[in-house]
């Protein structure tokens, strides 16, 4: 099983439409949670932090369960560029706090 | 604002060549990492180097090398490539090993391709 895993997707939704993307952790050591986003044949960039309340950014909210092990994006309003891969990001308690990253949700929002 | 930058962009090598892959930043980051992406993998690390002077082994770190050869760069080397190391590597880095922040600051990434 992987560490970190989420649904490969794709996800194809229209414009203005509410999209949830989820993410299991198994290492209950995990102590940090990230969502990034990454272009087509680009590098991933941080996106958001999660916190353990519960945190919003304009259209985006995360959402963390650490009961249940799990986060969530939500994305309200989907806009065109909005389409990209989201990987689901934690950040390990112990062996130097590496960094261990889901393998994405890609999500294509069309007109 | 050059940031992370790794070269070279793309490369096609032959089973058994060596070669290195080269990364510099310039964001005075004490960290650095070495990742490769493959469909359905996500990024796998291969090795990182948590300050200057020291190199530890990621998840994926067979057939890797790395030197951190002082605080600005970070290289991987291949030494005898293999069709399995065909990939995308991504080098990465971040202000503090253990900081509570995720923000790593990739490079633009290194398409490989071993024949």
């Known amino acids: 099983r992987k560490e970190v895993e989420q649904d490969p997707g794709p996800f194809n939704v229209p414009e203005g439409a509410t999209v949830a993307f989820n993410c299991t952790y198994s290492n209950s050591a995990s102590q940090s949670f990230f969502w990034y986003r990454q272009d087509c044949r680009k590098e991933p960039k941080l996106l958001m932090s999660?916190?353990?309340s519960g945190n919003e950014d304009g259209r985006f909210t995360a959402q963390l369960n650490r009961a249940s092990q799990y986060i969530s994006l939500l994305i309200r309003d989907s806009k065109l560029s909005d389409s990209a891969t989201y990987l689901c990001?934690?950040?390990?308690?112990?062996?130097?706090?590496?960094?261990?990253f889901g393998q994405g949700t890609e999500l294509s929002v069309k007109p | 604002n050059a940031g992370v930058t790794q070269t070279p962009k793309f490369q096609v090598l032959k089973t058994g060549q060596s070669m290195t892959l080269q990364c510099a930043q310039d964001?005075?980051?004490?960290?650095m990492y070495w990742y490769r992406q493959d469909p359905g993998m996500g990024l796998r690390l291969i090795y990182y180097s948590a300050s200057e002077g020291t190199t530890d082994k990621g998840e994926v770190p067979n057939g890797y090398n790395v030197s951190r050869l002082n605080k600005r760069e970070f290289s991987l080397r291949l030494e005898s490539a293999a069709p399995s190391q065909t990939s995308v590597y991504f080098c990465?880095?971040?202000?503090?090993?253990?900081?509570?922040?995720?923000?790593?600051?990739f490079g633009e990434g290194s398409r490989l391709t071993v024949l």
């Open positions: 990465a880095s971040k202000a503090l090993a253990g900081a509570n922040t995720g923000e790593l600051f």
């Open positions: 990001v934690v950040r390990r308690g112990n062996q130097g706090g590496k960094l261990i």
């Open positions: 999660v916190y353990s």
């Open positions: 964001m005075n980051h004490n960290s």
